[in-house]
């Protein structure tokens, strides 16, 4: 239990340093969210920012996979669902997906 914790903890903190840099490298690289009618911001922001996200949370879960006394299962199904759900969320990002494909593409 207390070793999961500090797996939680390393990851939280990874994210607290990933989610600025990939914010300022996306940013950089000009992948803008130009806010439009539906948008809930008012100036453009980075599209992108969860890989900060998620990076840490791939690596703090594939470890865990890594040590055969608590890797599991449901580490696994988690790391794969998280991960998919993701890359939908990226591609949205990058160009906007109809939403009837994309709640499909979630609901899988």
Do not use: C, W, Y
């Amino acid at each position: 239990m207390f070793e999961a914790l500090l797996h939680a903890l390393a990851a939280a903190a990874a994210s607290l340093i990933a989610v600025p840099l990939v914010v300022r490298l996306l940013a950089r690289h000009q992948v803008i969210d130009t806010p439009n009618e539906r948008s809930s911001h008012t100036r453009p922001v980075p599209r992108g920012g969860g890989i900060g996200l998620l990076l840490p949370f791939a690596a703090g879960t594939a470890i865990l996979l890594l040590d055969p006394l608590r890797g599991d299962a449901f580490a696994g199904a988690l790391l794969l669902g998280v991960t998919g759900m993701a890359v939908i969320g990226f591609i949205d990002d990058l160009k906007t997906l109809p939403p009837l494909p994309r709640l499909i593409a979630e609901g899988v």
